[in-house]
């Protein structure tokens, strides 16, 4: 199983990124994917997950209003576009998925077996 995020990149405060994660791997597609994002020093944190479909999705408060989570199965890929970003957002970001989070979100990190290698966001004043 490969998880590969990509997308990070550094923008002014208000802009806009979109990250990918491309999942190889995995025998079945109902696999919750998740989002979470580490700043230096603090703890990583959950920022957003999807279920098997668009209208299975969750946001930590910090992101609702901002950030879109969407899948592709055709791609095998999850987005996360995120708009009117602030330097507080700045983190590396990982995707992360485990065959037995399945219709369930969970915010810990413990839960997910597999992770990509994190993408870079940086978002100056």
């Known amino acids: 199983v490969q998880l590969q995020a990509s997308g990070g990149g550094l923008v002014q405060t208000g802009e806009s990124l979109s990250l990918s994660c491309v999942v190889s791997?995995?025998?079945?597609?109902?696999?919750?994917i998740g989002w979470f994002r580490q700043a230096p020093g603090k703890e990583r944190e959950g920022v957003s997950c999807?279920?098997?479909?668009?209208?299975?999705?969750y946001y930590g408060e910090s992101v609702k209003g901002r950030f879109t989570i969407s899948r592709d199965h055709a791609k095998n890929t999850v987005y996360l576009q995120m708009n009117s970003l602030k330097p507080e957002d700045s983190a590396v970001y990982y995707c992360?998925?485990?065959?037995?989070?399945?219709?369930?979100?969970?915010?810990?990190?413990?839960?997910?077996?597999?992770w990509g290698q994190g993408t870079q966001v940086t978002v100056s004043s």
């Open positions: 992360a998925a485990d065959p037995l989070v399945i219709l369930r979100c969970p915010w810990r990190k413990s839960e997910y077996s597999y």
């Open positions: 791997g995995f025998t079945s597609d109902y696999y919750t």
């Open positions: 999807i279920g098997n479909s668009n209208n299975f999705t």
